[in-house]
């Protein structure tokens, strides 16, 4: 394959996604834990394991020489020049609290660049995705076109990020630096609040520790929405890392000198 998908196959993975997730929401689901470094609690459920099974079904059958990762069940295929890269439910502790801003993830890079993404929340009905025309945002039948905020000063900015207690060091003293120098802070919106930047409703994403599935279908959709994604060492966010994603380069760099060299 030389050229990107069609969008349609993006909505087919999230419908085939929905399917499973769907009706496992809001129903007493057993809950495991897996092991993670700095978390004493990483659940999983039946919804992210049969999502993702049935994601890599269609894309081996669609794609069977693409490279394929994902939260549940690591990565195939290895050695193409594409990957696709799931989190089938990002945000399953939200989703097992019965808070709504869980969402499948779905990203496609080509030799290691975001090109594609999608992102489903099938219990509000929308989704936000990025393709070669544009970053775009459906709900109840209607699309729209995503547009971050125009802004260029920290005072006037609204940060999100999940939660405080897991930044630590020179990160911790930053996001503290950066937390006062904005206007308002909120907390616990997940994947959805990444989508609300390219929606132009937030205007600085901040997370210490995402892994390639957390973040890969995000970056193409908030950069076509006009933001920016980066590493806070300023590399690319793919691979991921603690990532900064900002509604435009001018407050971007503002935010990483408050992280990073106002120390």
């Known amino acids: 394959m030389s050229k990107l998908p069609d969008s349609s196959f993006l909505h087919h993975l999230a419908d085939l996604a929905d399917a499973e997730t769907l009706p496992r929401y809001l129903v007493d689901l057993a809950v495991e834990t897996k092991v993670k470094a700095g978390y004493r609690f990483d659940p999983v459920t ?32 290895g050695g193409s020049d594409w990957r696709w890269v799931l989190d089938p439910v990002d945000g399953t502790r939200p989703f097992i609290c019965g808070i709504p801003v869980w969402g499948t993830l779905i990203g496609l890079t080509n030799r290691g660049h975001a090109e ?12 936000f995705w990025a393709d070669a025309t544009g970053a775009w945002r459906q709900r109840a039948g209607e699309r729209k076109a995503l547009k971050t905020r125009d802004i260029d ?3 006037n900015a609204i940060l999100h990020t999940n939660s405080p207690e897991h930044f630590h ?3 911790k003293a930053g996001f503290e630096r950066l937390n ?22 937030i205007d600085l994403s901040l997370e210490p520790s995402l892994q390639p599935y957390d973040i890969v279908a995000l970056i193409p959709i908030i950069e076509k929405a006009g933001g920016v994604v980066t590493r806070i060492d300023g590399g690319r966010a793919e691979e ?24």
Request: proline share 4%; hydrophobic share 45%.
């Open 46 to 77: 039946e919804a992210d394991r049969e999502a993702e099974i049935a994601l890599r079904a269609a894309i081996v059958k669609e794609f069977p020489d693409h490279a394929v990762l994902g939260e549940e069940f690591g990565e195939t295929g």
């Open 116 to 127: 594609m993404g999608m992102l489903s929340q099938p219990y509000i009905g929308e989704r």
């Open 153 to 155: 000063d920290l005072s």
């Open 169 to 171: 060091g020179d990160l």
């Open 180 to 201: 006062s120098a904005v206007k308002m802070t909120r907390y616990g919106g997940e994947c959805y609040a990444f989508a609300m930047l390219a929606a132009g409703r």
């Open 240 to 263: 991921g890392g603690p990532v900064l994603a900002s509604a435009t380069p001018a407050l971007h760099r503002l935010a990483l000198n408050e992280l990073v060299h106002n120390a």
